[in-house]
């Protein structure tokens, strides 16, 4: 069975990456990459990078127009990313982070479906996770959204089209608890939302990586280089 | 309140269209035209000419690459679309007809919303109608596609975005009875999947276009030209 993975070259999609080859072989799967005016458009090197290791299928997909005046602080030319955990950034009115891009997973997922289908392929992976979602940070990636977008593409695409969202009910220590048994690459992931030369350890995601390898007792080997 | 029209420039979207406007007024609506590759690319055409004639902003995208390899019969260099209603059409397996598009309107939708957070939208109109989901023929035009692309898009986007689907219930005769009350310059409108000079009267939506008028006891305008 062939199916498509979500992969951006982060540490989550990376993960799920590993899980779906797996699974279903380097021969049977497809990573695809978006871009759409990240500010850490550095995150699609690793994504080549990754893909050549693992010797897997790599589209490249460009939607950043579709972005256009929108004042997400994760877009090139907006605010600049704020730093701090996720927590001490959810608003009082339960409103996404600034970093949230206007309705990214659904986007994303809706183009793998029309690629999916028009290639062949049945199943689809993304590494949405527990953490993202807490407080409403981020919509896109809950259990709820998960459950009715499922639902779409499987009604929509005629029931050839099913998602798997494997990390939907975990948190990222988890994720790297399965990626550790996987041996993922970690080392070629890329995760900062700065894009700079290193990590800048003080964004969100950069807060969430390095707890999740200290609480699986490990280093993250991104930091060590 | 801002809204964005899913619009073809076919018949159902331009009735959309004037629902909307009527509802929010021109500086309020924004039409959004896809391209992906279709035969009948001759419908873009009408859709500048109707947003002009309404004097509505028309943004334009194309993802056409996205349908690689896909062999709908509505994309260009494809088999032929067949001739005949949509009923003659329908597989044995309850299987979407050849000129289904890949998640067509799930991929639309999501665009839309990506673009309505980022311009300050509210709503999406999209203009599906109950002849297109008879026996899953169109299953991404079906009352139960839209309201599980409801809940993802509405919980997804963190509640700023909802979509309405007027025609939903309704069938072409009923969108055509609407539209000729609100005065809808159908013989600016296109239809025919075969992109002619003039509608070939064969496939299924001139068929389904036709019986609308006639059930008006109207003549189709564009027919009369």
């Known amino acids: 069975m062939k199916a498509i993975v979500l992969f951006s070259g982060g540490l989550d999609s990376t993960t ?4 779906a080859l797996k699974e279903h072989g380097s021969k049977n799967v497809i990573a695809l990459s978006l871009s759409y005016g990240q500010k850490h458009i550095k995150e699609q090197e690793s994504a080549r990078k990754i893909a050549d290791y693992y010797g897997v299928e790599l589209i490249e997909y ?21 730093e701090g ?11 996404p982070v600034s970093t949230y891009v206007p309705f990214r997973n659904g986007l994303f997922l809706s183009i793998a479906t029309a690629m999916a289908i028009s290639r062949g392929c049945k199943i689809i992976y993304y590494g949405i996770h527990k953490d993202d979602a807490t407080g409403n940070a981020y919509p896109d990636c809950s259990h709820e959204f998960n459950a009715y977008m499922k639902k779409a593409i499987n009604i929509g695409s005629g029931e050839q089209v099913d998602i798997i969202a494997p990390f939907v009910d ?11 048994q996987l041996n993922v690459p970690y080392e070629m992931t890329w995760s900062c939302y700065n894009g700079g030369e290193k990590p800048c350890g003080k964004c969100g995601t950069c807060i969430d990586r390095l ?15």
Chains 1, 2 share one sequence.
Not at 16 to 19: D, G, T, V
Not at 85 to 95: A, E, H, M
């Open 16 to 19: 799920c990456l590993a899980m």
């Open 62 to 82: 460009d939607v950043k127009s579709v972005f256009n005046g929108s004042n997400c602080s994760l877009l090139e030319g907006n605010d600049k990313i704020p």
């Open 85 to 95: 955990d996720y927590k001490s950034q959810i608003g009082v009115n339960n409103k």
């Open 170 to 180: 975990k948190n990222k220590a988890e994720i790297v608890k399965v990626g550790l």
């Open 211 to 225: 707890e999740a390898f200290r609480l699986n007792g490990k280093e993250d080997p991104l930091c060590k280089q």
